[in-house]
């Protein structure tokens, strides 16, 4: 009896100290700008901590891995090394970088175990191209056709292979020739080109460039162009050109909800209620986890999405969005789906001031939602 509770407490020992271990790590800040002529500043550096769950007793050995060469592309800043539980690094060539992290458990011990933890492009290292946002801030008003040229110069280089920031310029420069009603036979398929630009750079885009005010600004520029002048003249108009706006806008709106209602609606109008049905099945249900923020502001384009994360709404965004609940709720109740007072009730603080929401939502035939 006594070698077999010997034997229980081993083993039970043994179980103790392989308990499962996980690592992660995190950063602060994920974009950064290269040292520059190896002056060192605070903005250079970025501190990443690892985080490792408390198990058994341990003793942990680090071993940090980066992308790319150490010492030419980036370098440990001092007081770091590749076997520090957290790191601080800085950069000299843009790019994105990908980081592990490796962790040994009691290493030359008989329970040794190896744990690791890897995020692809999880920093990115971004020039903010001077001569381009000079060229977009020219007074009185940027020569659009030279960004476009200047900017065209740049996403083709090697060096910038993996940056969105030229990519947004050039877009910025298309948008302005929308703008200026230019006429170059060169620039015919201007708009075409800006949406086109603007989708390569959200698609380069791993770690928020494209969330710098400067950028919003001119997505929502760019988003309000096209709803005032194709979504909502079409809205009840040629499902055709309705259907090519929806496109644009899905490639331009870092929030596809929004324009999801939209093309809902759009494939119940052209015949397609399947594709409709399944569209409203996927988004409806996230949409109703959507909270909005606290403001004063008529809009607040501040919301967190079905899964907690916070997220910015353009202004475009917002209208969109109301836009596509009013018109799915029109076509759900066509349908008789009861969804449809499920969706408005839930938009309707959002839009409360809005008059055509209200007199939709208000109406005959949405009354019941309202006594509900």
């Given at each position: 009896?006594?070698?077999?509770?010997?034997?229980?407490?081993?083993?039970?020992?043994?179980?103790?100290?392989?308990?499962?271990?996980?690592?992660?790590?995190?950063?602060?800040?994920r974009?950064?700008?290269p040292?520059?002529?190896?002056?060192?500043?605070?903005?250079?550096?970025?501190?990443?901590?690892?985080?490792?769950?408390?198990?058994?007793?341990?003793?942990?050995?680090?071993?940090?891995?980066?992308?790319?060469?150490?010492?030419?592309?980036?370098?440990?800043?001092?007081?770091?090394?590749?076997?520090?539980?957290?790191?601080?690094?800085?950069?000299?060539?843009?790019?994105?970088?990908?980081?592990?992290?490796?962790?040994?458990?009691?290493?030359?011990?008989?329970?040794?175990?190896?744990?690791?933890?890897e995020?692809?492009?999880?920093?990115?290292?971004?020039?903010?191209?001077?001569?381009?946002?000079?060229?977009?801030?020219?007074?009185?008003?940027?020569?659009?056709?030279?960004?476009?040229?200047?900017?065209?110069?740049?996403?083709?280089?090697?060096?910038?292979?993996?940056?969105?920031?030229?990519?947004?310029?050039?877009?910025?420069?298309?948008?302005?020739?929308v703008?200026?009603?230019?006429?170059?036979?060169?620039?015919?398929?201007?708009?075409?080109?800006?949406?086109?630009s603007?989708?390569?750079?959200?698609?380069?885009?791993?770690?928020?460039?494209?969330?710098?005010?400067?950028?919003?600004?001119?997505?929502?520029?760019?988003?309000?162009?096209?709803?005032?002048?194709?979504?909502?003249?079409?809205?009840?108009?040629?499902?055709?050109?309705?259907?090519?706006?929806?496109?644009?806008?899905s490639?331009?709106?870092?929030?596809?909800?929004?324009?999801?209602?939209?093309?809902?609606?759009?494939?119940?109008?052209?015949?397609?209620?399947?594709?409709?049905?399944?569209?409203?099945?996927?988004?409806?249900?996230k949409?109703?986890?959507?909270?909005?923020?606290?403001?004063?502001?008529?809009?607040?384009?501040?919301?967190?999405?079905?899964?907690?994360?916070?997220i910015?709404?353009?202004?475009?965004?917002?209208?969109?969005?109301?836009?596509?609940?009013?018109?799915?709720?029109?076509?759900?109740?066509?349908?008789?789906?009861?969804?449809?007072?499920?969706?408005?009730?839930?938009?309707?603080?959002?839009?409360q001031?809005?008059?055509?929401?209200?007199?939709?939502?208000?109406?005959?035939?949405?009354?019941?939602?309202?006594?509900?």
């Amino acid at each position: 009896m006594k070698r077999i509770l010997l034997l229980s407490i081993s083993l039970l020992a043994l179980s103790l100290s392989s308990v499962a271990q996980s690592v992660t790590f995190s950063a602060a800040k994920r974009l950064v700008e290269p040292v520059f002529e190896r002056v060192i500043k605070p903005e250079n550096i970025v501190e990443i901590k690892s985080v490792l769950t408390k198990g058994a007793k341990i003793t942990p050995t680090y071993l940090w891995t980066i992308s790319g060469v150490k010492g030419k592309d980036w370098d440990f800043e001092k007081g770091s090394t590749e076997n520090s539980p957290s790191i601080k690094l800085t950069f000299n060539k843009l790019g994105n970088y990908t980081v592990n992290l490796t962790v040994i458990l009691n290493k030359d011990k008989d329970d040794e175990n190896e744990i690791s933890y890897e995020l692809e492009d999880y920093i990115t290292v971004r020039s903010v191209f001077p001569e381009l946002a000079a060229l977009y801030a020219q007074k009185p008003k940027p020569n659009y056709k030279k960004l476009v040229e200047r900017a065209s110069d740049f996403v083709v280089k090697p060096k910038y292979a993996n940056d969105p920031t030229p990519y947004l310029f050039l877009a910025k420069g298309y948008l302005g020739l929308v703008q200026e009603g230019n006429s170059d036979p060169e620039f015919e398929g201007a708009l075409e080109e800006c949406v086109s630009s603007l989708a390569t750079a959200k698609e380069m885009d791993k770690n928020g460039v494209l969330n710098d005010v400067e950028h919003q600004n001119f997505i929502n520029e760019l988003e309000m162009l096209l709803l005032k002048e194709y979504l909502e003249v079409q809205l009840e108009g040629d499902m055709v050109e309705l259907g090519e706006a929806i496109e644009f806008y899905s490639q331009t709106t870092l929030n596809p909800i929004c324009i999801k209602f939209v093309e809902a609606y759009h494939k119940y109008k052209t015949k397609n209620a399947k594709a409709a049905n399944l569209i409203w099945a996927s988004e409806m249900p996230k949409l109703l986890k959507y909270e909005r923020g606290e403001t004063d502001e008529k809009y607040n384009n501040s919301f967190k999405n079905e899964l907690g994360e916070s997220i910015q709404f353009t202004e475009a965004d917002v209208l969109v969005l109301k836009y596509g609940v009013m018109y799915s709720a029109i076509a759900l109740k066509e349908l008789k789906n009861i969804k449809a007072c499920e969706i408005l009730k839930k938009v309707d603080p959002w839009f409360q001031f809005e008059k055509d929401f209200r007199e939709l939502f208000e109406g005959s035939d949405f009354n019941s939602c309202v006594k509900n």
